[in-house]
């Protein structure tokens, strides 16, 4: 008998630390699961695989998950109505300073379907920008064409809320700013997928410009790039306004990327900085972008630009 | 070996009490008997940029934490009274003295940690498109001033985090 209790007593002490240590397991995985809602790039969270042989204790989950996001999505739409705006009226020719305000922390996160839209957007306007890219690669040296190309092409978008910069909850505004490692990353606040639905241009011309931001003047500087922008800066008259020194705010990045993205994305209105008579040159400027190398050449073909070197055959 | 023991323990004790007499020390517990005065008032200010690039608009926040038991949040424009409008169509919002608001302590802390914060951060910012600028008010009248970038990690993000909060409060 005292045997047998000394067996058990030492099958119940090997036994016991594995039972814990896979409930502790299981708690941490399912932490994990709860915590991973906040999604960067392209991902899209919480989206589940339908499975043909699921049991049906997970198919009715799954019917809860649906009336759950039903819920949700109903939610979201009320919320969004009610969301209020700050900015001019939509008859105005003239952009402003305009967003729909969030609510806070507890605004919710927007919809798969609307996601997408922002996200379809987003890499259309990354797409646009190489285009620009294409479209002036002879006005530019080829090291900074790559360099520009290589800052858009890194460039990800994360979806709203951000714990990061939770104050952007309140807002509708996008903001180019940087991830844990350094890297170029555009946020958006929560009011943002309202714009985009009741101003889908201007929303794409936003996110657009977050997109040129990544061409900015200082980031250029900073990266040891040689900049395009410094004749349209001239052009401008903002040829002294680079603000890349230490506590300063960069005036002529804004320049470069509005210019660039109502190049790419109309906002359906007029940017202050190029309209009436006394921003005519600017209109210009914006219009036809002086750029460093100006002798527009024709754009050969890879074959005949071969034949075209020296020892060639023509 | 125990008197070695001894010996060790003691050298360790006089090097301790050494260092508090280095001037740098000193200096160091001064500046925190002169900075003990308590934060009673923030302002923050996500500045956008010049209207002519019809980017996005200004952000002001301030918190006054000298009146009331409750901290006084405002801002400009009123992001909060926008998100939270009253049922009966006013145009005030949450914030108001009769509301459960932030309790003055906790405004403080919270000053107090983000002073911390900025105090610790040494980064500056150049070619900033986003500029943050804090200013918190001492007691005694004295201030703490910092202006950054929102995409530069660090001290930025804390006052994000502040700002939300005094928003959601």
Redesign the interface.
């Known amino acids: 008998m005292r045997r047998m209790r000394g067996k058990v007593s030492v099958l119940f002490l090997m036994v016991f630390p594995l039972v814990l240590g896979a409930s502790v397991g299981i708690f941490k995985w399912m932490e994990g699961r709860k915590g991973s809602s906040v999604a960067v790039g392209t991902a899209i969270p919480g989206r589940k695989v339908a499975s043909a042989s699921k049991p049906a204790a997970a198919r009715a989950e799954s019917d809860e998950d649906a009336e759950a996001q039903k819920l949700a999505a109903a939610r979201r739409q009320e919320i969004e109505k009610n969301l209020v705006s700050f900015g001019p009226a939509d008859s105005a020719k003239t952009c402003g300073s305009f967003e729909y305000f969030g609510k806070g922390e507890s605004h919710p996160s927007p919809g798969h379907a609307d996601w997408d839209q922002i996200m379809k957007a987003f890499r259309s306007a990354k797409a646009d920008l190489g285009k620009f890219l294409i479209r002036h690669r002879w006005n530019m040296t080829d090291a900074t064409r790559e360099a520009l190309e290589v800052r858009v092409r890194e460039l990800r978008i994360q979806r709203p809320p951000t714990l990061e910069e939770p104050d952007l909850a309140w807002r509708g505004i996008g903001t180019l700013t940087r991830d844990q490692e350094g890297k170029p990353l555009v946020r958006l606040g929560a009011g943002f997928p309202k714009l985009f639905k009741e101003r889908p241009a201007r929303a794409r011309f936003e996110l657009a410009r977050l997109v040129a931001q990544v061409w900015s003047p200082c980031e250029l500087a900073a990266a040891k790039v040689e900049s395009p922008w410094n004749p349209l800066l001239q052009c401008l008259k903002l040829g002294s306004a680079l603000g890349c020194g230490a506590g300063q705010y960069s005036e002529a990045a804004w320049a470069v990327s509005t210019v660039v993205a109502r190049q790419v994305a109309s906002p359906g209105c007029e940017i202050p900085a190029f309209q009436g008579e006394a921003n005519v040159a600017a209109l210009g400027c914006a219009n036809s972008i002086p750029f460093p190398l100006n002798a527009r050449r024709a754009d050969p073909s890879p074959a005949v630009a071969a034949l075209q070197t020296p020892g060639g055959a023509l | 070996m125990t008197r070695k023991l001894v010996g060790i323990v003691s050298l360790f004790v006089l090097a301790g009490c050494t260092s508090l007499q280095n001037p740098s020390s000193m200096e160091a517990l001064k500046a925190v008997e002169a900075v003990s005065s308590p934060f009673v008032e923030a302002f923050v200010e996500?500045?956008?940029?010049?209207?002519?690039?019809?980017?996005?608009?200004s952000?002001v926040v301030r918190v006054d934490t000298r009146q009331s038991a409750v901290a006084h949040v405002t801002s400009q424009?009123a992001?909060?009274a926008?998100?939270?409008?009253p049922a009966d169509g006013t145009t005030a919002g949450r914030g108001l003295a009769s509301e459960p608001g932030m309790p003055t302590p906790k405004a403080r802390a919270l000053f107090s940690e983000l002073a911390t914060q900025m105090q610790a951060d040494a980064q500056?910012?150049?070619?900033?498109?986003?500029?943050v600028r804090v200013r918190l008010i001492r007691q005694d009248g004295s201030v703490l001033e910092k202006?950054g970038c929102?995409?530069?990690?660090g001290w930025p993000?804390a006052v994000?985090?502040a700002?939300?909060t005094f928003?959601?409060s």
């Open positions: 996500f500045a956008g940029p010049d209207a002519r690039w019809a980017g996005p608009a952000l424009p992001v909060r926008m998100a939270h409008p500056s910012f150049s070619g900033c498109l986003y500029p202006h929102r995409s530069h990690q993000q994000s985090k700002v939300s928003l959601a």
